[in-house]
């Protein structure tokens, strides 16, 4: 990068030389692939898909940073938002596509570089190169790096591959046009879509063991059978226990991505009509709420109130940004700035409690410790140290933080920077269970199952289900599922099984 900075004449003609010979391999392997005779396995498919795939890659527009700005405070700063805002969504957004349930093949013409990859890809696909089938069947049905969408063509494609390597996402693929019969590509068959769907689900394809479990869970297109379903069902829940557990101390951080496009107006039925908004799952906010307030509005209030001192809006700003949402990505580095302004106001570098702070600053600030101390455990937007960790948890601890007991409990089961004590981590756990701290009630509950205590275990799972903690539900599902303690319930275990499966969005 020097020499190209100091020397730019030489870093040009090296920049033409390696094209120069990039070229010329190019053409001497299209030659001999043009006089090869399509044997499957002569090593050339592989080459050609990389360098049909470099050419897509070139074709896809970056829209990083486009799609969500971060709002600023200030005027200027609220000025360039709107006007980023304003730019993406009048020129940026393209119109509808009313055409992608043709059953016709759109008569769009193709770009020269789009041609040219399409050329490559079905050049390696005839000599049976499996990414190539897959990523023309992907192109044809997505409409893909801007190729005429051809459900037909992707139907053949992903049957061709699935046919010939088993590949259990084009196995998937075919599943769902035989159960849709999408566009008219192929004629609806249940049947089929059943054996493709059960086949790719013995492959291992998530989708397909969540569709096969819930046809039948519910007899679509083959009798109701609880116990297949609780089978499928239990292999997607296990693979999304498995995540959950996986990463940092305390398992990874679920954001539930997935949403029904419904919900947003209130849910099937409109507004208080559907389950989504009605019951327990209906706005209780009054007129001087926020409720029904954008994401957008509330930050922006928070931020004013956090400025004027309010050191519970500066909390929840610090929490918002932690636990991040459908609308708002995470940002470890804005939540620990929020968290620490709450904590210095209560404690100094030394760790001495700062006299004279505003009413319920204890609370507040015990609970940014907690968040804190587990952003250290977790090494979350920082630099892993157990011995901070120990530090923000013991502090919030002096005032009784639920979260913060369950960390130190965790840090005690685990033995992460403490020596290993699970008679410690069981009190811990006991004084966050006895404030509703879910967590806690779920590892709680995993010890007294593991001293042979059922019932008391049940008991705390169920009450962490209550906020619906995905490893209570799975426990309570195998609890079910294998009968211990209590008669097996197939129908419960599969319910709980399902719930785990949905949550997990393995």
Known sequence: QQREAVYPEDAANEHTRRESQDHGLRTALHKEWEGSDGSEGDGKGALVFQEA???????????????????????????????????FLLFMNGPPDHDSLNPQPLQRKMS?????????????????????????????FYGNFTHPRNYKEAFRRYHDLSQLTGNSSAQHMVGFMYATGIAGAVERDQAKALLYHSFAALGGNTRSEMIVAFRHHSGIGTPRNCDEAALHYKKVADKAIAHSRSGPPGGMALQRDAYRLADEEGGVYGEGASVSSAGVNANKGGPNSDTHASLDDVLEYLDLMSRKGDLKATFSLGRLHYEGSRALNRNLKKAKAYFMIVAKKYWARDGRVIAGGPSGIEKIASKAAGYLGRMFLRAEGTEQSFEKALTWFRRGMANGDALCQYEMGLMYLKGYGVPKDALKATDYFKAAA??????????????????????????????????????????????????VGRDRSCGVATAYYKIVAEKGEA
């Open 434 to 483: 006895d404030q509703d701290f879910a967590s806690a009630q779920v590892n709680l509950g995993i010890l007294f199952l593991d001293q042979g205590d059922v019932q008391t275990a049940m008991r705390y799972f169920e009450l962490a289900a209550r906020h619906g903690h995905i490893e209570a539900f799975y426990y309570l599902a195998e609890i079910s599922n294998q009968g």
């Open 53 to 87: 795939l470099a050419i897509l890659r070139n074709l896809e527009p970056s829209r990083k940073g486009l799609v969500r700005f971060d709002k600023s405070s200030g005027i200027f700063g609220t000025t360039i938002y709107y006007a980023k805002e304003a730019f």
């Open 112 to 140: 020269k570089p789009l041609a040219k990859a399409v050329k490559l890809l079905e050049g390696a696909a005839r000599h049976n190169d499996s990414d190539a089938m897959f990523l023309l069947a992907e192109m044809n």
